[in-house]
């Protein structure tokens, strides 16, 4: 086991063991506006930072005298045993953080034993993905595009499919892009937000449609977004978020501003109907927070839900992800639904993942964790994240005093109020 390699050498290894120092060396490595893009939250902060301490109050309960000594950490999820029950989050434009990208990530993921989710704003097309994660486990994530662009979506499932892809996960939680300061005061957008959709430049099927808005209106989405952010970069004019807002009478008059800040997808929940038309594999709905939502989700027919908030890069002053996956996963209605609680938005140990399967989810993604270890590393980076992760984790099942992950449950963990 990876606690084995690292416990019996006798030199320290290659990368460091935690989350904060993997945060410390990729802010080191990479340049200030990519690193704040990917450690980024939206607007005060306060939503990703509760995330994180949300885990301090939810205590585990350890037991003694148990052999634990054989354990298993496979998970179950729509009719397939995962090795692992950690995933990797579907983290777009992978290449502001090293030259390989999503196909470092996919490789890595398949040495692991972890599935990958792909996101649609990846700088790799899904099938270059497909094929750097050979016979590894993956997911496509759509940002689902407007309806008027449903041959988008038609184009983009039928590829993913194709490559391998096995379960659709619908990211909900990014109307729009949040509002974050880190970014806007430094002028930086990876990627191309527009027509509800966030756009992979390195997606055909995007540059396909790019050409076409192109030759239907001269200014194009691109060409009005290029516009905005060379405004946005002028020397003396409007680098920060308060000049933005100062500028906004400005930026209305270049009509940059209203197709930026107003991209969002507009859809609501009848229309999931069209995804399952399109998509004859299991659906995931990512980004819910609230038990009203998981019980719309199962009235829709939907096979699972991921518990989150986008590591608090969208909505800003929610509530901690954690909270919201206690009070989902309490309600009876889903608990005899059997819809599939996958979690994310705060895991940065082993112990946080075994709080996440105790309050009920089945499985967790990790985001900004291996995007470091990418910036580090590369492949052999994120590889080590997660070994790290399923070592601390699997270490700390054994601790605990459990021979599996499925055995974990609300009465191993006690509630305690915050000392701080
Ligand atoms: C994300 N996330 C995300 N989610 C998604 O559905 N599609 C995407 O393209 C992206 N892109 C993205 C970029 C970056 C740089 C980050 C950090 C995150 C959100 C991601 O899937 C996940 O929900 C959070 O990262 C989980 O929180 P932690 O683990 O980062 O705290």
């Known amino acids: 086991s990876f606690q084995r390699d690292i416990y019996s050498s006798l030199r320290p290894p290659k990368f460091p063991t935690s989350a904060a120092r993997w945060e410390a060396l990729a802010r080191d490595k ?17 939503t990703d930072a509760a995330n994180v301490a949300a885990f301090e109050r939810y205590r585990l309960r350890p037991r003694m005298l148990v052999d634990a000594t054989r354990r298993d950490v496979g998970v179950d999820l729509f009719g397939t045993t995962y090795a692992s029950p950690i995933i990797a989050a579907p983290v777009g434009v992978q290449k502001i953080a090293h030259h390989d990208a999503e196909d470092a990530t996919a490789r ?11 996101s649609s704003a990846a700088t790799r ?34 590829r993913a499919k194709a490559a391998g892809y096995k379960v659709l996960v619908v990211t909900l939680d990014t109307f729009s892009l949040a509002w974050r300061p880190t970014d806007l005061d430094q002028a930086y957008l990876p990627f191309i937000w527009g027509d509800g959709c966030q756009i992979g430049l390195s997606d055909p099927v995007f540059n396909d449609y790019y050409d076409k808005l192109r030759s239907e209106d001269a200014r194009s989405t691109v060409e009005r977004l290029g516009e905005l952010m060379s405004f946005m970069k002028r020397p003396g ?63 829709h027919g ?14 800003d002053g929610a509530v901690a992800s954690l909270d919201a996956l206690a009070e989902i996963a309490a309600d009876e209605k889903v608990q005899s639904s059997g819809l599939t609680i996958i979690f994310d938005s705060g895991i940065r140990t082993g112990s946080d993942v075994l709080k996440a399967l105790a309050l009920g989810a089945k499985a967790v993604c990790v985001g900004r964790p291996y995007m470091y270890g990418l910036a580090i590393g590369g492949q052999e980076g994120v590889e080590h994240v997660f070994r790290c992760l399923l070592a601390d984790m699997d ?11 499925r055995d974990l449950s609300r009465d191993d963990l006690r509630m305690v109020p915050l000392t701080k």
Not at 30 to 46: E, K, V
Not at 131 to 156: E, M, V
Not at 281 to 294: C, N, S
Request: glycine share 10%; net charge neutral; with cysteine.
């Open 30 to 46: 990479l340049p200030s506006d990519s690193f704040g893009y990917i450690h980024g939250a939206a607007s005060s902060g306060t």
């Open 108 to 118: 890595a993921c398949r040495s692991v034993g972890v599935p990958m989710i792909l």
């Open 125 to 158: 097309t899904i099938e270059e993905v497909a094929k750097a994660n050979a016979d590894g486990h993956r997911w496509f994530q759509l940002y689902w595009p407007k309806p008027q662009c449903d041959d988008i979506t038609a184009s983009l499932l039928a």
């Open 237 to 299: 004019s409007v680098l920060g978020a308060a000049k933005v807002l100062a500028n906004v009478a400005t930026l209305q008059k270049s009509r940059a501003w209203l197709d930026v800040m107003n991209s969002g997808t507009y859809r609501e929940w009848a229309h999931l109907k069209t995804l399952k038309a399109l998509w004859d594999g299991p659906i995931v709905l990512k980004g819910i927070q609230t038990v009203e939502d998981a019980r719309l989700a199962i009235d």
């Open 302 to 315: 939907m096979d699972g839900i991921i518990v989150s908030n986008h590591g608090g890069r969208q909505q």
């Open 395 to 405: 270490n700390m099942l054994g601790n605990f005093g459990k021979t599996s992950v």
